[in-house]
């Protein structure tokens, strides 16, 4: 565990708002974590506008001036084609490359920022396709599901890669030792086109992993029970997993607002009952465990949503925080390295 | 429209709970649609105690004994094996294909009814692969998502029919002339992968179906808004995407439970506002919206979910009797005799 300066580098231009909210996130994350400092990539007059008004943290960040900001629209060959080398996202990138910083946190537009990433970075060696992972929250605490959109159709090897991935992510995140790990499937059984979920079952299930305890097969019902620390899926369905749980997240708060609202006795046993509703509120805030993460690149980038405020932003830094400590990357590695020689992979293909 | 008598084959012997909750259901069904008519198939002991307390259904019920029920956990080979003609699910199925019922219910296993519909009903002319359909609730109303777990992995014909079907679908049960249809899909742009999707989007753009209105890719959290009446995508996702829906609906509930009885102030405002949460819950209810359907085979087939009471099955027998009352499988044959005309798709192959 490093317990000495952790020093990130922050692409201030990402999100709608950009450095008015980047800035302020910072500070919030530094005040909670006061072994951070920064290398801060972007338009130079706005950033020290927003940081005039923190001089501790102007204090432990150095400030680097780029000309190119990704629009959060781009596409992401036109995000290479605009910022490679010159945006701020580049940057701050190259920073962890060139081991100045220890990661990336970015706001900033998800497909340009895996494009650049994995132009950047390069894959681990041993990664083939490096994944996006998300924290699911879940009935007991959270989960970490991964892939979450960087890939659509893995291979066998993929899942039991992304599955290593998940589970040293867990552990240096939740301090899990031995997290528990699922493949997430579904019910209906014996559909043909599953055949790499069930190998990759088979072998995480004889492979005897140091790092985890592999659980079987999950179905979607089971991700927000918690009853796994790990969720391994493909990009596509785990995407569209992660944006389904946020839309009835939001649906039924719509359906809660809609019932309260009907009657004078309703809305009285609100006012009541308002604490309790702060803390359902508080359990579901998206700012809380805001912060996707690329795995199995030669560096870490955070991704932190595009939409939030600066305590979402704080909470992407301090997770890029809780993962360097934990000396995440060198964990990935060894797991990886421990991988690439078991023979059941080596049949797989 | 069919104004007359509606016949239904139902098999009794699936679900947890077997005739006693079956025979009920159809009772409660009867009494809202007093046009219906009932096959029904299984135990003739056990049925016949069921319907002693409802001489209505009785009168308008007949009962065929069967020796054999498939076990809500026997896999899809298995059932076929040991239910093939002589099981309640087959026969309940061979009397719609011989025309003496129009539809058939089940709250029996998904696998096997899907295996022993496919195999006894057939794929429609011009439907390579039925698909499973979900009717989904939304904050507008409802929405039906296909497929949801009949087909792993389908090709560019197979989403566009899979779209004709959940519109028609659309207009048969919601009774929406045009219904606006959307392909769900992933946010992250230019991932590899998903070429499929992108063909079929390309082919409901351009091939003006009379029938739907195609209002381009959704995400998983537009499915919750309602912003279209048919979600089509692969069976894989779409499946993981419903159990999603659900675990999350079913873990903020918990959330709301937990934070309410923490306090007793929060126990007063609770007792207060329990209308508006019985609202809530009703909004939220299972029951009503309890029903799978088979689209694309030569009859209709209605999966009823396993675990449910009474009314939830009394809601898969009133879908079936709408769908039989508009005509639902005269729809689709045009819309898919229509569809095989249509050049675009030719070329797609």
């Given at each position: 565990m490093t317990t000495g300066e952790i020093r990130l580098a922050i692409d201030a231009m990402g999100g709608d708002e950009g450095p008015s909210m980047a800035v302020p996130g910072l500070a919030v994350a530094l005040t909670r974590c006061p072994n951070l400092a920064f290398e801060i990539f972007g338009d130079k007059a706005e950033i020290e506008k927003a940081i005039a008004r923190h001089p501790e943290l102007a204090a432990r960040s150095n400030i680097h001036h780029t000309e190119v900001s990704i629009p959060m629209d781009a596409k992401p060959s036109q995000a290479l084609r605009m910022?490679?080398?010159?945006?701020s996202m580049w940057q701050a990138l190259e920073s962890v490359k060139g081991g100045t910083a220890s990661a990336t946190v970015s706001a900033g537009n998800t497909g340009a920022l895996m494009a650049m990433a994995k132009f950047c970075l390069r894959g681990m060696e041993g990664v083939d396709r490096p994944a996006l992972a998300a924290i699911w929250p879940t009935i007991r605490g959270e989960s970490v599901v991964l892939d979450v959109g960087a890939n659509i159709g893995v291979d066998t090897k993929n899942l039991v890669t992304h599955a290593l991935l998940g589970a040293a992510m867990s552990r240096a995140v939740f301090g899990i030792d031995t997290p528990k790990v699922g493949l997430l499937n579904i019910g209906v059984e014996e559909v043909k086109g599953l055949e790499e979920v069930r190998d990759a079952g088979q072998i995480l299930k004889t492979g005897n992993f140091p790092g985890l305890r592999y659980e079987g097969f999950v179905e979607g019902d089971d991700i927000g029970k918690g009853i796994v620390d790990v969720v391994v899926t493909e990009g596509f369905s785990g995407n569209i997993a992660l944006k389904t749980a946020e839309g009835t997240a939001r649906q039924l708060a719509e359906y809660l607002r809609m019932s309260i609202g009907r009657t004078l006795r309703a809305r009285i046993g609100y006012v009541l009952a308002k604490p309790a509703f702060a803390r359902l509120r508080d359990k579901m805030d998206p700012r809380k465990i805001n912060g996707a993460v690329f795995l199995g690149l030669n560096g870490l980038v955070i991704k932190s949503h595009g939409g939030t405020d600066e305590y979402g932003f704080a909470s992407a830094v301090e997770l890029a925080h809780d993962m360097v400590r934990n000396d995440l990357q060198a964990r990935i590695a060894l797991d990886v390295a421990a991988l690439t020689e078991t023979k059941e992979l080596a049949n797989a293909g």
């Open positions: 910022g490679r080398r010159v945006s």
